[in-house]
């Protein structure tokens, strides 16, 4: 039976060009160029400029994105972006980039999974083709963490950086078997449970102040691969395929030991999984589709092949998604 498949047409990344490395951190905190290495991977993390904004970083990974896919931003009728560093308390970020793009067609929201958000706002979006409602989605993670930083919390200001990275999804006819181009499954997850692990410590209704990033690492990390691993095995199932058909994981950035312990976990090659976090640390929602842009500009992914994405982040919030590129 046919149906409809979210496929990526193109993608797009954008670093701001300041770089912050760990031996500039040294003079700032009580760290190490070899502490955060040895525990993190991290060597350095891109930091926006003081007049560049979310939205900024996610327009230029956004024309990129279109370039690539060989679309207009009139064609567009659907951005999703995912931040929890937005421009503004409202509007969303995602309408100031329709606005900068110059499109007034559809509809433009955020989404906010923290970690999660670029795997839940390609969910949602893929659900809008499948239902018919869009034909071209702009799907956007951008982040500005170093806003939400405090900088002198040596546990939480050497792990993340600013960035955005954007993917145009395309509606396209499919057979409906796993041979189909596109998103061919995608699991999404929360448990407030464990709000008090990863959060900031100020918001709009309760202390009216921005706050800054505040984490439980030892055990936000203990839950991660677990949570990563059965969520990959969720969307391994729902699309028939087993660990031997992936041909590239496109993890969440988070840390190197995170993405060297779900790939022993599910006894996938390591050469499979697509690393960036040395380059950019954490950049929360944006760290996949910089992964992702990367490893397709430079050949590695190609045509035809399995790509799984994964995240986890605060709430708890994780998710995985399995497309055929
Ligand atoms: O993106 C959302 C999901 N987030 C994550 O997945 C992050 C998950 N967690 C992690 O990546 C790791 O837990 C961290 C990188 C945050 C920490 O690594 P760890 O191996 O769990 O270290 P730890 O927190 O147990 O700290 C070990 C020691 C402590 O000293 P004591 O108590 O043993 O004397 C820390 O105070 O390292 C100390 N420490 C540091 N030392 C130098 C913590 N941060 C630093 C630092 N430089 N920046």
Redesign the pocket.
């Known amino acids: 039976m046919g149906v409809i498949r979210s496929v990526v047409s193109g993608t797009g990344s954008y670093l701001p060009e300041r770089i912050l490395t760990n031996k500039e951190l040294e003079k700032k905190?009580?760290?190490?160029d070899e502490?955060?290495v040895e525990?993190?991977g991290i060597k350095q993390r891109h930091i926006a400029s003081e007049t560049e904004v979310t939205s900024d970083l996610a327009v230029k990974a956004a024309i990129k994105a279109l370039e690539s896919a060989n679309l207009a931003a009139t064609d567009i009728d659907l951005i999703v972006v995912a931040t929890s560093t937005a421009d503004q308390t409202f509007p969303s970020t995602a309408t100031t980039v329709q606005f900068k793009l110059g499109n007034t067609n559809g509809a433009a929201f955020d989404v906010q999974a923290v970690?999660s958000g670029f795997v839940y706002a390609l969910t949602v979006a893929d659900n809008f083709i499948k239902a018919g409602q869009s034909k071209h989605a702009l799907v956007i993670g951008a982040e500005t963490f170093s806003r939400i930083l405090d900088w002198e919390d040596?546990?939480t200001c050497?792990?993340f950086g600013d960035g955005a990275g954007a993917v145009v999804l395309s509606a396209h006819n499919g057979a409906g078997n796993n041979n189909d181009r596109g998103i061919l499954a995608s699991r999404i997850h929360s448990d407030g449970t464990y709000n008090d692990l990863?959060y900031v410590d100020g918001g709009v209704s309760s202390t009216g102040t921005i706050g800054f990033l505040r984490?439980k690492?030892?055990e936000?990390?203990r839950h991660?691969v677990v949570k990563l691993a059965g969520v990959i095995g969720e969307v391994l199932e729902d699309s028939n395929m087993t660990s031997e058909n992936i041909d590239w994981i496109v993890p969440?950035q988070?840390?190197k030991r995170?993405l060297d312990g779900t790939a022993r976990k599910l006894q996938i090659d390591p050469e499979k999984v697509i690393v960036t976090v040395d380059k950019h640390a954490?950049t929360?929602a944006a760290s996949i589709p910089l992964a992702l842009d990367e490893a397709v500009r430079d050949g590695r992914i190609t045509k035809g092949q399995v790509v799984i994405l994964e995240a986890?982040?605060?709430g708890f919030t994780w998710g995985a998604c399995l497309l055929r590129w």
């Open positions: 905190v009580d760290t190490s502490w955060i525990r993190t970690c040596r546990t050497v792990l990863l984490m690492g030892k936000v990390f991660a969440h988070a840390n995170i954490n929360s986890m982040g605060g």
